[in-house]
């Protein structure tokens, strides 16, 4: 009889926007391995990453039959797949769940592990397989094209001067707690992001703080932007432009275009945020 692991993991960036007050969308699922290595092997890149809110261990199959209970209580809950809109309370009931069925909490264990193949800023680790680095690789490149093309460009911009394997990149900060970024990573994996980030106890406040102001920095972006608050993270202001990074021919064109809107964010909101209460 072979063991494995109930777990409950959430991405900032997903979100079901009509769950009710208090909810946050959560999946839980069942794996073999480890829940670093299922989440690695998801191969899914976003804006935020996945973390393991907590994860039990089965010594037998007990596991899948975990797994159906737990769908079978939360269907009415079901936002798509096996995510979840969940309370506080919920989440204490699939614990609850867990528990009396024979699981052993290894959160910590699970936690480590991921720290441990995120060390050295992401450089891939025994779990990675040889497409994910690759994937890392690539990431690599491209910020070292971009920083290369800012510098010849005469970039005035003060973000990070180093490429990393990361999906974001720093581009200029602006403020504490508020920095504009550059993201190439994705949930359908086909498009760049320029994002204004404003963290704090107040994201939430300063976000709808420049709202009032929306159409104006918008027409002076002269693009629609998305506005996202997420309650564990911050606030986010983002434009986006289809592409992926593996077309390597397009680089200078998302190179140009990633400028382009670092410089207009900076000029847009950088005298706009420096009275907000962070």
Sequence with gaps: MGSGIVYVVHNNWIQNPDAKMGCKTYKIGIT????????YGLDLKMP???VCDFAYKFDNEQYKAVE?????????LNVGGEWYDLNDDTLDGVHDVCK???GELITDDIEKEIAVERKQDGEPTKALSSAKYLQR???KEFWTYLINYFNQQGDSLKGRNRATTKMYHLVNAIKYNVDIYFDIGGIFNNYLACYLFIGGDNAEKA???LKEEQEIIQKEIGEMLDWKY???DGS???????GIIEERERWEEFSKWLKKYAELFYKTFSHRVKNLEL
């Design 236 to 242: 986010y202001i983002i434009v986006y432009k289809k």
């Design 68 to 76: 159906k209970k737990l769908q079978k209580i939360l269907n009415q």
């Design 32 to 39: 073999t391995k480890s829940v670093s290595t299922r989440y």
């Design 137 to 139: 690789a690539l990431r």
């Design 230 to 232: 997420e309650e564990l």
């Design 100 to 102: 009396q069925n024979g």
């Design 48 to 50: 935020s990453e996945f």
């Design 207 to 209: 976000m709808f703080k």
